[in-house]
């Protein structure tokens, strides 16, 4: 090859990095690419050595986008093969120099950042603010604010974490973590023992366990021997105290938000931990669906209802939430909700006065128990709870999602409350959707201003046969993933609530009720 077929090759290229290069002459630089395989070393030369020293000039800003090919092509001609042969020693030269620039770049980034001091490993339906890992990514000393959902990830010898959202973490070392704010589980093992969670006012020390930790907004924290044991120290301004102790397996401890106390002997609590990732298979989608939170909200099921707009237990009529008022039914009246497309209607259970009337045709729960009659407006459309003694309202979270959005829907149903659904209804306005099984996330939240103060039972009917029962002790917070088969012949769905004594924060959630064609393959394998 004596000459190349462009003149102005070097011209060339350097319009093509920024973007000038007319279609004609692309066009027959491709075909020459193509064609000849000594342009093809040489474009490919060019592109690799610029490449480099644009990575190398991020750091030093030497060079702009248009400086590039000027860089690689001083000094050189275009005409013989000798001048081409020159041409890629002088490449070659520069391609070196790149390659020792890129080097200093990655020392230089080490040397900040240091070394990585583990790896994300999994997440659910993660959201970050600031930096944003991915499972398999390192992770580095710095902070991370987890929004929504859930994530874990592994510390070198042998400690594994699970965040839930909403929260804040320093990660400092492979042997320390700071918590911010929120909370984690740590399963540490014997090789890490003395793994640290710091807290504004609490340091956690690993005694070989597995521990849950809790920072609260107040700046009080909480310390759970979930397995083995944990020393805990108050600290104040950073440094701790005297107050601290050893909390044996399955007891916990408090230390108030100035740092200065350390309460123990408390009850572990595992319920108001993420232990473990839900299952993807467990993630539920709008799409092909029929929201019942949506129905209930006056909607087609289809994200048309109202938020926070639900239906009064006492008169089958829209209500808007929140509502302020505890309120008492004397009985169990059937209460039809005649203005709602695809509800048959709502009722107060109580057992007491004998088998509730469910439907408008006169099904009858037989096995509701006592309960007080009392109740707290009615189902609603609704992802919050209502704190009447500070008189605020809290955003309700299931597995660290948000719920009462119009990704994640949530039917809120406050002990004691029934509702039946009109599947026959349900099915005409909707005849493209097959209705073959209910699905949902049913849980109390784990950040309620009080613990609830009685036991709360949930109830999943078809045609007033029960096909699920659920009883959360009082207190208890765990989620459970709901999957009901609805026979085609079914015609009406009830979910009750009820609470045998004061049902004060039992403030129960189903997470994504949907209506929908029955498991996939895929789903099946996922679950």
């Not at 093969?81 to 080490?110: D, E, K, P, Q």
């Not at 874990?152 to 492979?174: D, N, Q, Y």
């Not at 729960?365 to 609704?382: I, R, V």
Request: proline letters at 6%; glycine letters at 10%.
């Amino acid at each position: 090859m004596n000459t190349l077929p462009f003149p102005d090759m070097d011209e060339l290229l350097q319009r093509l990095l920024d973007g000038q290069v007319e279609p004609g002459e692309m066009q027959r630089l491709t075909e020459a690419i193509r064609e000849d395989p000594h342009i093809r070393d040489y474009y490919i030369d060019s592109m690799v050595v610029c490449a480099m020293i644009r990575r190398s000039s991020q750091v030093t800003g030497e060079l702009s986008k248009s400086d590039l090919m000027q860089a690689i092509s001083r000094g050189a001609g275009q005409g013989d093969s000798r001048h081409f042969g020159r041409r890629i020693r002088s490449i070659a030269a520069v391609l070196l120099f790149g390659v020792l620039a890129f080097a200093c770049v990655c020392l230089f980034r080490y040397t900040v950042r240091g070394p990585a001091i583990g790896m994300l490993t999994g997440e659910y339906e993660a959201h970050w603010r600031g930096s944003r890992p991915r499972p398999g990514d390192l992770l580095y000393a710095g902070s991370l604010d987890l929004r929504e959902g859930a994530a874990t990830m592994e510390l070198g010898h042998g400690t594994s974490i699970v965040l839930e959202a909403p929260c804040r973490v320093g990660l400092k070392s492979v042997g320390e973590v700071a918590l911010k704010r929120g909370r984690l589980v740590a399963v540490v093992s014997p090789e890490a023992m003395g793994f640290q969670v710091r807290t504004p006012t609490a340091l956690i020390t690993d005694l070989g366990t597995e521990f849950g930790v809790i920072a609260h907004a107040d700046g009080s924290t909480e310390a759970h021997a979930l397995k083995g044991r944990i020393h805990v120290a108050a600290v104040s301004n950073g440094s701790a105290q005297a107050a601290s102790g050893v909390v044996n397996e399955r007891l916990a401890a408090v230390v108030d938000a100035a740092g200065r106390t350390v309460q123990g002997d408390r009850a572990a609590r595992a319920d108001l931990f993420l232990l473990q990732l839900p299952s993807v298979g467990q993630r539920s989608s709008p799409a092909g669906r029929i929201n019942l939170a949506d129905i209930v909200a006056g909607g087609s099921g289809r994200g048309t209802g109202r938020l926070d707009q639900g239906i009064d237990l006492g008169t089958g009529q829209m209500l808007r939430h929140p509502v302020t008022t505890i309120q008492r039914a004397r009985q169990s009246e059937f209460r039809p909700a005649r203005d709602i497309r695809g509800i048959d209607g709502v009722f107060v259970p109580n057992g007491a006065l004998g088998p509730v009337v469910i439907s408008s045709t006169g099904l009858a729960f037989s096995e509701c128990p006592a309960t007080l009659g009392s109740y707290y407006g009615g189902p609603a459309n609704s992802g919050t709870f209502y704190d009447i003694p500070s008189q605020q309202t809290h955003p309700a979270r299931l597995n660290g999602i948000r719920l009462g959005t119009s990704r994640h829907p949530a039917l809120n149903l406050h002990p004691n409350a029934g509702i039946t659904f009109d599947l026959d209804r349900i099915r005409r306005d909707h005849p493209e959707v097959r209705i073959e099984r209910f699905t949902a996330v049913c849980g109390i939240p784990k950040d309620l201003p009080e613990r609830p103060f009685s036991s709360t039972d949930v109830w999943v009917l078809l045609d007033g046969i029960v096909s699920l029962a659920l009883q959360y002790p009082a207190g208890q917070s765990a989620v459970e993933n709901m999957d009901i088969p609805i026979p085609p012949q079914a015609r009406f769905l009830t979910l009750i609530t009820t609470c045998s004594g004061r049902a004060d924060y039992s403030w129960v959630l189903f997470g994504d009720p949907f209506l929908g064609p029955a498991a996939t393959t895929q789903e099946e394998t996922n679950n």
